[in-house]
């Protein structure tokens, strides 16, 4: 099976950079996705990472490391309509996704 | 992006009420999936679909059935609604990488 953590609330100032980290532990694992959820809504994917490294896509950045079993997301230029929740994703050989309980990010003025 | 639509995205239903959560998508992806998920609560995999005449419970043990039929189609259907069924149900379906786009939610509350 899949444990996955991560902080539950985060607050970061607009303008700035945050850094919400993800670790897992897992029996087989095949890749990590990060989805964005503003409250009331559904998720939205963000990024996919399945080798280690860095994976850039605008404001919004991924970072895996599959031997630390941690991966974090990288928000830069911080927006108010950034704040949401922030979901960890890990996906098994079976290509089944089990979800993290997600960081609360609050961005104030 | 994925094309993927939930009806009703509300429902108020008596206890005891049979029914079916609808749940399209336009993409051609094989893979589908139901979540539940109660207000600013993690996730939880209910059912998911490989395709068609392919079903597997999820993680969370539910008293709902779902079919897959045809490709688009994943409905959902509880046969006796329960005031404990009430919460958000959100359909997904999964493209190459797994990648899962989620659709808008039906949002269930038994009285």
């Known amino acids: 099976g899949q444990n996955i953590d991560q902080p539950t609330e985060m607050t970061a100032t607009e303008g700035a950079i945050v850094q919400i980290n993800c670790t897992y532990q897992t029996s087989g694992f095949n890749g990590l996705f990060w989805y964005q959820q503003h409250a009331g809504e559904a998720p939205t994917f963000l990024s996919y990472n399945v080798l280690d490294g860095l994976e850039e896509k605008g404001r919004f950045s991924s970072f895996l490391s599959r031997s630390k079993g941690y991966s974090y997301l990288l928000l830069k230029e911080l927006q108010m309509k950034d704040s949401a929740s922030y979901l960890c994703?890990?996906?098994?050989?079976?290509?089944?996704?089990?979800f993290g309980d997600g960081t609360t990010l609050t961005v104030k003025p | 992006e994925a094309d993927i639509y939930q009806t009703p995205r509300y429902l108020v239903i008596g206890t005891g009420k049979k029914i079916t959560l609808e749940c399209s998508q336009t993409?051609?992806?094989?893979?589908m999936y139901w979540y539940q998920q109660d207000p600013g609560m993690e996730l939880h995999l209910i059912h998911y679909?490989?395709?068609?005449?392919?079903?597997e419970k999820g993680d969370l043990s539910s008293e709902s059935t779902v079919s897959r039929i045809r490709t688009e189609h994943f409905p959902l259907t509880l046969e006796s609604a329960r005031p404990s069924h009430t919460s958000q149900y959100l359909c997904?379906?999964?493209?190459?990488?797994?990648?899962?786009?989620f659709g808008p939610g039906t949002r269930l509350t038994v009285t």
């Open positions: 679909s490989y395709g068609v005449n392919s079903t």
């Open positions: 993409m051609g992806h094989d893979k």
């Open positions: 994703a890990v996906r098994d050989y079976a290509g089944k996704s089990t």
């Open positions: 997904a379906s999964s493209g190459p990488l797994y990648e899962q786009y």
